[in-house]
C-alpha cells in the first residue's frame, strides 16, 4: 500500500496475526464494523499482504456448514505489521507511557 | 431477511465477482447466527449491524476501479461532448434548472418557516415557548403579567423567562404620523434571547426597576434607515408614541425582527411593564388581563423533559396566587417562531408544497431522459467503437452517467439566480405577512445540490444503462444510425409519465381557480356587496381609554351618515374576516359555577343598527335600540349560541354571564363567518357598545352605489373628530373577503405556473418524439404512399400516435389528479377534489395540447416524397 498503513488496518493485520482466519473472527476480535473489515481484507489482499484461501469444501460439509475464506499474514504482511506498531508505539509514547500489546 | 439484502446487495458487486462475494458473505451470516443461537454473543455484532457492512463492501468493490484519473478523464469527456451539442446543451440544462428551481425555491419557503433560526438570537435551540392551559379546557394561550412574572421567578429549568406582545402603534403627530408594528417586551426579552443592538442599548431590566420615568423604545434596523436616515445622533433623541414621547435608547441588530416567524416584524420595541402601569392597572393586580406570548431559555444542563417534568409545581403554584388560575396549567413546546398548530399547519402546508414541486422535478427529468434517448440514436456508432475497443458496459454507463451529472450541475448552477429571486418574490405571493427571512442560506444551497445530484441519476441512469448495451456488431453493421426500438418504448412511457403529471397539475389549479371564484359569490351570512370598511385603533394613540371609545363613536357615527353616498353606517369591534377578533368566555346565568358550562364565544361590540346595515338575518326577538332606550344590560346572540346553551328553546329573556356582568338575550339571529369562509359560524354574542366599550373601531359603511364613498372621504370624517387617528385597512369587503382566501390564491398561482410549465415541457416532449418518429418511419411512409395512401390517412396515423399516448397519459394520471385533489382539499371551497368538471376539462386541455404538438410531424408525413423515401 503507498501510504504507510493506518490504526484500523494494523488492527486487522494483527487479529489475522493471533489466529483471527475469517472475516467474522476479525470483526469479533477487533470490535471494528464489518463494513470496515471487509473492505480492508480486499485492500490488504490487493497490496499483496495477506493471502486467502477457500476452505475445504468436504471439511465444511462434515461441520455442517458452508465452507468459509481464510486469511493469512504472508511475509510481507509480517513485515508491513512490525514497522507499523513500531511506528504506532513511537506516536503513542510521545504521547502516554505504556507499550502497544501489537508491538509484542 | 439477511439474507434477502445481502442478495439486494450483491446487485453492486461486478458480475465476475458477484458470486463469490455473495457465497463468502453468506457464510459469515451463517455461523453469526449459529453463535447467536448457541448463546455466544460477546463480540459478536447483531446480525442486522453485520449485514448492513455489506453495502460498503460491495460499493467499495464497485468502485474499485475507479481512480482519480479515470474520473476526470470521464469529467472531461463529459464537458466536449456536450460543447459539441451547444442547441442540446442549452435545452437540457435549461429544463433542469426549472425543475431544480422550483424545488430550491419551495425549500427555501420551507426552511424560513420550519428550520431556519431567528436572525441575531443565541442558541436558539435552547428557547422553548411556555404558554397558558387549562385541564378542563386545554389550549395555547398567552399570560398575564403577574402570571409570567411568576413563572420567571419559580421556574428552576429556565435560567430566564421573557415575555413580548405585538400591536400597532402610531408614531409621531398630524403629518408626520405613521403607523408602524410595534413589540412589548419584558425587560428579560432580549437578554433571554442574546440579541446584540447596532447601536446605544437594548430594552434591560433597569427599564423595570423604575417605571413611570421616562418610557423607552428600541428601534428596528429598517426604521432606524428609513425615518432616520442611519443617523448615529438619534440615540438620546425622543419619538412621540401614541402622543407620548420615548427616548431612544438604542437600534437593533439588522436582520433582528424578533422570535415571531409569521406577522409584520416589529418596528419599534417598548416596554411592556410601561404599557400596563399606562393602562392604569397595578401590575400584580392583572391577573385577568392575558396578553403576553411567554418563552423561556432552558438552564445549562436541563433538558427539555426535565423542564417539562418540573411543571407542575408551577402549576400549582399559579393556582394558588389567583383565584383567576384555577385549574390553570403551563405548557411547553421546544423552539421559537410558531406555535404548535401553526408549526403543524407549516408542515401541511410544506409537505403539500414539496409534493408538487417533486412532481415537477419529475417532469423535468423525465423531459431530460427523453432528449437523451433521442439523442442516443445519434451516437451508437461512438458508443459501439468504444466497446469494440475494450469498455465494458460498468465503464460507458458510468461515463454517460457523468454526462448527466455534469448537465445536471450547469442546470444546479442556472437554477441559483431563480432561488436567489425567490427570496424577494415569495414574500409577495405568499398569503401572511413573513416577519423572519425566506431568503436562501447555506441551507438552501446544500438542498439544490443534493436535489441536482439526485436529478442528475434520475435521468441519467435509465438512458446510460441502455446507451451502454448495444450489441457491437450489430451497431457497426448497421452503421450506427438505428434509433432502436428500446429507446422509443422508453421515451413513450416517459412522455406518457409526462402527460400524467400535467393532467393532475392542471386540474389541481382548476379546482384552486374555482374555489377562488366560488369564495367570490359566496353568501357568508350577511350581505358583502356595497359594504366598504375601514379600521381605527383608538388604543394605539393612547389618549382613548376602553371607556371612551363609545363617546368617539358617537361623534363619529352622524359624520358617517352624512357622507354622501352612504346609505347606512354602523360601527363593531371587528369585521367578518378581515380581522379584529377577540373571544370572550360566556356561560348561562342558570349554571354559573359550572366551568364545563362556560364556552369561549365571538365577541363583537356594535352600535345600533349593525345587524340591518350588515343585513343579517333576524330569526328571533329584536335588535338593538339606541344607548338610552337600553337601560339594562342586554346581547344579541347568534343560533350556534342559542343551540349550544339552550337546544332546541327560544333563548329571548334567558341570561348569560361573562365575568361578573350578567346579560339578558334580546335578540337571536342568524349565523355569520367571523373568521374563515371555509369555517362554520361559531356561537357568538353581540354587545351594545356602550355596555361592552373597545378600542377597537372598524367602521362600515353600506353604500348606495360601488364607490360612492372613497378611503379619503372617510379619512376626512374620521379627521374630522380626531385629527390624531388614522384610518387603516379601507376596503371593499367583497373584495376583503376574496383576498382572505389567501393560502387558496398562493397555492393556485404556484400550481397553475407550473401546470403551464408542465404542459408545454409534454408538449415539447411529445412533439420531438413524434417528429423523430416520422424521420425514422420516412421508408415505411414512402411505401404507404407508393401503395396509395392518401396524405389524410397518413396524418391520422401519426396524430393518432400522439393520441394514444395522451389518452394513457390520461388515464395514469387520473388517479394521481384525485391523489393530488385530496391533498389540497384543505384549500377547495365548494368544489369536490375529485370534480368531473376539473379532471374532464384537464383532459381536454392535455389531449388538445398533443394533438396540437402533432400537427405539424403529421403534415410532415403527408408531403414525404416517396420517391426520395424509398430511394435512401
Excluded at chain 2, 437578554?191 to 428601534?219: K, N, Y
Excluded at chain 2, 432616520?228 to 437593533?252: K, N, P, Q, R
Excluded at chain 2, 384610518?727 to 382572505?740: E, P, Y
Excluded at chain 2, 390517412?793 to 388517479?815: E, K
Amino acid at each position: 500500500m503507498p501510504r504507510p498503513l493506518g490504526f484500523t488496518t494494523l488492527c486487522v493485520l494483527a487479529a489475522i496475526r493471533d489466529g483471527s482466519g475469517y472475516g467474522l473472527d476479525i470483526v469479533a476480535s477487533t470490535g471494528l464494523p464489518s463494513g470496515t473489515v471487509y473492505p480492508t481484507l480486499g485492500r490488504l489482499k490487493k497490496h499483496g499482504l495477506v493471502t486467502s484461501r477457500w476452505e475445504d469444501q468436504r471439511l465444511a460439509e462434515r461441520e455442517g456448514r458452508p465452507r468459509r475464506r481464510y486469511y493469512a499474514l504472508n511475509a510481507e504482511g509480517e513485515r508491513a505489521l512490525a514497522e507499523g506498531a513500531d511506528r504506532m508505539a513511537d506516536m503513542l509514547s510521545s504521547l502516554s507511557p505504556g507499550s502497544l500489546r501489537m508491538a509484542r | 431477511m439477511g439474507r434477502i439484502a445481502l442478495r439486494a446487495f450483491s446487485w453492486l458487486v461486478p458480475a465476475g465477482r458477484r458470486a463469490e462475494w455473495l457465497e463468502e458473505w453468506q457464510a459469515e451470516l451463517e455461523a453469526l447466527e449459529g453463535f447467536r443461537r448457541s448463546g455466544i454473543s460477546r463480540g459478536y455484532p447483531g446480525v442486522a449491524r453485520f449485514v448492513a457492512g455489506a453495502l460498503p463492501h460491495a460499493a467499495w468493490i464497485r468502485m474499485e476501479g475507479w481512480t482519480m484519473d479515470s474520473v476526470a478523464q470521464d469529467l472531461r469527456y463529459a464537458v466536449r461532448v456536450l460543447r459539441r451539442s451547444p442547441a442540446f446543451t442549452a435545452v437540457a440544462a435549461l429544463t433542469l434548472a426549472l425543475g431544480i428551481g422550483v424545488n430550491g425555491m419551495i425549500f427555501s419557503l420551507v426552511n424560513g418557516l420550519l428550520f431556519r433560526p431567528p436572525a441575531g438570537v443565541l442558541e436558539p435551540e435552547r428557547l422553548v415557548q411556555i404558554a397558558r392551559s387549562y385541564d378542563s379546557a386545554p389550549r395555547w394561550d398567552n399570560w398575564s403579567w403577574p402570571a409570567l412574572r411568576l413563572i420567571g421567578e419559580e421556574a428552576e429549568a429556565f435560567s430566564d423567562v421573557a415575555g413580548y406582545a405585538t400591536d400597532q402603534v402610531v408614531l409621531g403627530r398630524g403629518e408626520s404620523t405613521e403607523p408602524a408594528a410595534a413589540c412589548y417586551v419584558t425587560g428579560s426579552y432580549f437578554e433571554t434571547l442574546g440579541a446584540r443592538p447596532a447601536l446605544g442599548r437594548l430594552i434591560g431590566p433597569q427599564d423595570e426597576s423604575a417605571p413611570g420615568t421616562s418610557p423607552v423604545v428600541v428601534l428596528s434596523h429598517g426604521l432606524w434607515l428609513r425615518r432616520f436616515g442611519g443617523d448615529a445622533a438619534v440615540v438620546g433623541s425622543t419619538l412621540e408614541i401614541g402622543s407620548v414621547a420615548h427616548e431612544i435608547v438604542g437600534v437593533a441588530a439588522e436582520g433582528f425582527a424578533g422570535v415571531d416567524v409569521l406577522g409584520t416584524p416589529p418596528d419599534v420595541w417598548l416596554s411592556a411593564l410601561q404599557r400596563v402601569i399606562a393602562s392604569g392597572t397595578v401590575p400584580s393586580d392583572a391577573w385577568g388581563s392575558s396578553w403576553i406570548e411567554g418563552f423561556g431559555r432552558l438552564r445549562e444542563g436541563t433538558s427539555f423533559l426535565e423542564a417539562e417534568a418540573s411543571l407542575d409545581a408551577i402549576s400549582m403554584r399559579l393556582r394558588e396566587a389567583s383565584d383567576m388560575n384555577e385549574d390553570m396549567r403551563v405548557l411547553l413546546a421546544p423552539g421559537v417562531g410558531l406555535s404548535p398548530q401553526e408549526r403543524a399547519r407549516g408542515r401541511t402546508v410544506s409537505l403539500l408544497l414539496s409534493a408538487i414541486a417533486g412532481l415537477v422535478l419529475l417532469l423535468t427529468c423525465a423531459n431530460a431522459a427523453g432528449l437523451l434517448l433521442g439523442r442516443a440514436a445519434g451516437r451508437a456508432a461512438e458508443v459501439g467503437v468504444r466497446q469494440a475497443l475494450g469498455a465494458g458496459r460498468a465503464r460507458l454507463t458510468r461515463q454517460l452517467l457523468t454526462e448527466s451529472l455534469v448537465l445536471a450541475l450547469a442546470g444546479t448552477l442556472l437554477a441559483v439566480p431563480l432561488v436567489g429571486w425567490a427570496g424577494r418574490a415569495i414574500p409577495a405571493v405568499f398569503p401572511f405577512p413573513l416577519a423572519g427571512s425566506v431568503g436562501a442560506d447555506v441551507r438552501v444551497y446544500l438542498f439544490l445540490v443534493g436535489v441536482g445530484l439526485a436529478a442528475g441519476l434520475l435521468f441519467g441512469t435509465a438512458p446510460a444503462w441502455i446507451s451502454a448495451r448495444r450489441d457491437v456488431a450489430r451497431t457497426l453493421r448497421e452503421g450506427g444510425t438505428t434509433g432502436g426500438r428500446r429507446h422509443t418504448r422508453v421515451r413513450d412511457a416517459l412522455v406518457v409519465c409526462q402527460l400524467a403529471i400535467s393532467l393532475a397539475l392542471v386540474s389541481g389549479s382548476l379546482l384552486l381557480g374555482r374555489s377562488l371564484l366560488n369564495a367570490r359569490d359566496a353568501q357568508p351570512g350577511f350581505d358583502p356587496d356595497g359594504l366598504l370598511v375601514g379600521f381605527v385603533n383608538l388604543g394605539a394613540t393612547g389618549r382613548y381609554t376602553r371607556e371612551q371609545g363609545p363617546d368617539f363613536e358617537d361623534r363619529l357615527l352622524p359624520r358617517l351618515e352624512a357622507l354622501p353616498g352612504v346609505a347606512g353606517a354602523t360601527l363593531a369591534s371587528q369585521a367578518p374576516v378581515l380581522g379584529g377578533h377577540s373571544r370572550s368566555t360566556v356561560q348561562p346565568a342558570e349554571r354559573p359555577d359550572d366551568p364545563r358550562a362556560g364556552f369561549e364565544a365571538e365577541f363583537t361590540s356594535v352600535t345600533p343598527g349593525y345587524f340591518e346595515a350588515l343585513g343579517i338575518r333576524l330569526l328571533r326577538g329584536r335588535t338593538f335600540r339606541a344607548a338610552p332606550d337600553e337601560p339594562d344590560p342586554v346581547v344579541v346572540v347568534n343560533d350556534a349560541l342559542a343551540s349550544l346553551f339552550w337546544p332546541g328553546q327560544d333563548p329571548v329573556g334567558r341570561e348569560i354571564v361573562r365575568g361578573e356582568q350578567r346579560y339578558r338575550v334580546v335578540g337571536e339571529v342568524a349565523g355569520v363567518q367571523m373568521r374563515t369562509l371555509r369555517e362554520r359560524p361559531r356561537p357568538a354574542v353581540y354587545y351594545l357598545h356602550r355596555q361592552a366599550p373597545q378600542t377597537n373601531v372598524v367602521i362600515h359603511l353600506r353604500l348606495r352605489s360601488p364607490g360612492a364613498v372613497t378611503p379619503s372621504a372617510l379619512r376626512g370624517a374620521v379627521a374630522a373628530v380626531d385629527p390624531d387617528v388614522p384610518v387603516t385597512g379601507i376596503t371593499d369587503l367583497r373584495a376583503g373577503l376574496a383576498r382572505s382566501m389567501g393560502e387558496t390564491r398562493t397555492f393556485g398561482i404556484l400550481v397553475a405556473a407550473f401546470a403551464g410549465l408542465a404542459v408545454a415541457l409534454s408538449v415539447i416532449g411529445l412533439y420531438g418524439l413524434i417528429s423523430q418518429g416520422v424521420a425514422q418511419r420516412s421508408r415505411e411512409l414512402g411505401i404507404r404512399i407508393a401503395l396509395g395512401a392518401g396524405g389524410g390517412s397518413l396524418m391520422r396515423l401519426v396524430m393518432g400516435r400522439a393520441f394514444a399516448l395522451a389518452a394513457a397519459g390520461t388515464a395514469l394520471g387520473i388517479g394521481v389528479s384525485v391523489a393530488l385533489g385530496t391533498a389540497l382539499r384543505g384549500l377547495l371551497y365548494g368544489v369536490s377534489p375529485a370534480s368531473p368538471w376539473a379532471l374532464g376539462g384537464a383532459a381536454a386541455l392535455l389531449l388538445g395540447a398533443a394533438l396540437a404538438a402533432a400537427w405539424l410531424p403529421a403534415r410532415r408525413a403527408a408531403r414525404v416524397d416517396a420517391m426520395v423515401s424509398l430511394r435512401d
